[in-house]
Each structure stands twice: as C-alpha cells, then as structure tokens.
C-alpha cells in the first residue's frame, strides 16, 4: 500500500506539537549555571585527586611496604574519630576549675582547638599586611620615609621568621608572631609591585592633570592589587607554619601543640590526623581567599592553563 500524503497544515501542525513538547521537557529539566558546573567539576576532580593519593597510600600498607607503625593508613587514622579527638583537650583551657576528665566533648575540643589556630593565623595576616602595604606605599609616597625605614627593613628581611619567634612570643604572644615574621617581606613585596608599575598609565595621569595623591590612589594602587593579593596568598601558607612552630614550643594551645604532644608520646596517628586537619584548613583558607579576589579583582581574566592549547 502506498502512504498517503499529509496535507501541508498536518503537517505543520505535528511540528509545532513536536516543538512543544520539547520545549516542555526543557522547561522541567532543572537550568544549572555554567558556574556551578565548573564548581562540580573541580570538586569533583580534588576529590579524585586525593582518593587516589590515599588508595596508593593504602595499597602500600596492603602490600607490606608502608610499616602501619610509622605510617598508618588513612584508614587507622581518620577511622577512629573518638580516640584522636581525645588527645586535643588542650581546649580544656577554656573550662575553669574542671577536672581532668571533663570537658568540651571530642569534637568540640577539636573545634576550638582549630578555631584556636586559625584565628591565629587571620588575624595576624589581616594585620601584617595592612601595616606591610600602608608602608610600603609610604616609603615609595615619601622620600625622606625610604631613606630611614628602607634600609632596616632591607637589613631585618632576610632573618628567617622561625628566628624571629622566640622575642616576638615572649614580647607579643603567639598572634603577633606572624606580623612580625611577615611584615618585613611583605613591604618588600609591596614596593616591588609599585616599581613595577607600568609607567606609560603614571604618565598619562600627569598629563589629565592628577596629583601625585590621585595618581597612588586611582592609578598605583589598583594596578598593584592583583599582584599584592597572589603575595597575600603566600603569605598565607607562610602564616600557618608560622603558628604551627609557634604552637609547638608550648605556648598557648592550639594545632601546633597537639602535634608535639603526638611526637612526645610517639603516636604517629594523631601527627597524620592533625597533619590531615591542617591540610584541609590550609586547602579551605586558600580557596576562600581566591574567592575573596576575584570578587575584588573582577575585571581580571582568569589565565590559568592558557599555555595548554599552545
């Protein structure tokens, strides 16, 4: 039998059903950004990074290779939650006049002991770069201020910040430690970003007629922001061992603290389980400060991997 010919308004009128239809099932479909897409993909991409770092780390155990004695798998020391969680009672310190076997719970001794750490560490960055950048602007706004503080800060910039811990615990306390072992190679840095500075933008200020005022304000400033915030980064990772040393010579209480207590007693569970929690708090504090800049930073491409395609 030989098919019949639609008529031409049947035949549109099944295309426009079709088109419908589709449209409809678009519209139920749930509209995901292109953001949160790229979110996903590197989650999920971090996660496979570090599942496969820990399932080596667990086929060597299971081979025999790694001595679970001196390296644990990630399995012996994040299994078992309640026992680390017990060593970090140095947050017993906020209790008065309790006895030794009471207290915050476990996970609330380890929460004060990380919010311990970490309001250390932001804390003294937050401070040491405000003072670092108001400086360093100072010094290049003003001769006679380069002439008297450049070459101090030039003099004292090389004396690592581990040497600079014992006189600025026992002057300011542990908080203050990462101000002053940052504070020098942070207005260095921050000079470095004002010479830097691409001359032809200062020149066309001067010619529009902008003050020496107007030109840091609206010209140097922001043309050094991108370069100050990747320094600020850095100094980031440099501000947490810095507690962490800190911490370590008994002063206060706090992460650094829990892992010489698990070197003293030779507990290589609780280093790798605290070693587990820096690295998650360093992960989670760089991440939240390239957040905060390209918030700031919005008319900054993104050009990371732009070498790939070459």
């Not at 780390?57 to 081979?63: D, P, R, V």
């Not at 309790?98 to 001794?109: K, Q, R």
């Not at 108001?134 to 008297?148: C, D, M, S």
């Not at 507990?267 to 400060?289: K, Q, R, Y």
Request: aromatic content about 10%; overall charge positive; some cysteine.
């Amino acid at each position: 039998m030989k098919a019949v010919p639609q008529p031409a308004a049947a035949r549109e009128q099944q295309t426009e059903a079709i088109g419908a239809a589709r449209a409809a099932l678009a519209a139920l479909r749930p509209a995901i950004p292109a953001w949160a897409g790229r979110a996903v993909s590197r989650a999920g991409f971090t996660l496979l990074s570090v599942g496969l770092f820990c399932a080596l780390w667990e086929l060597l155990w299971a081979l025999g290779i790694s001595d679970p004695r001196l390296l644990p798998p990630p399995h012996v020391f994040l299994g078992n939650f309640p026992e680390q969680a017990k060593f970090f009672n140095t947050a017993q310190r906020w209790q008065v006049g309790v006895g030794l076997n009471t207290g915050p719970s476990p996970a609330g001794a380890v929460m004060i002991t990380i919010a311990a750490s970490a309001a250390r560490v932001f804390a003294g960055l937050l401070i040491a770069s405000t003072l670092s950048i108001a400086i360093g602007v100072l010094i290049r706004y003003y001769v006679a201020i380069e002439k008297l503080a450049l070459p101090t800060i030039t003099l004292l910039s090389p004396v690592s910040p581990i040497a600079w811990l014992p006189v600025a615990i026992f002057l300011f306390g542990i908080g203050d430690a990462v101000v002053v072992a940052l504070f020098f190679h942070m207005v260095l840095a921050t000079i470095s970003q004002i010479d830097g500075v691409n001359r032809n933008l200062i020149n066309v200020a001067r010619t529009m007629g902008a003050t020496k005022l107007q030109i840091y304000a609206r010209v140097i400033i922001p043309a050094i922001l991108p370069g100050l915030l990747m320094v600020l980064r850095l100094n980031l990772l440099g501000a947490w061992m810095v507690v962490l040393v800190a911490e370590s010579t008994g002063v206060g209480y706090g992460l650094g603290q829990v892992i010489m207590l698990a070197r003293n007693t030779f507990n290589p569970s609780l280093v790798f389980f605290t070693i587990a929690l820096i690295g998650v708090l360093g992960f989670a504090s760089d991440w939240a400060l390239r957040m905060v800049q390209k918030r700031i930073l919005y008319w900054v491409p993104e050009t990371a991997g732009v070498l790939r395609g070459l």
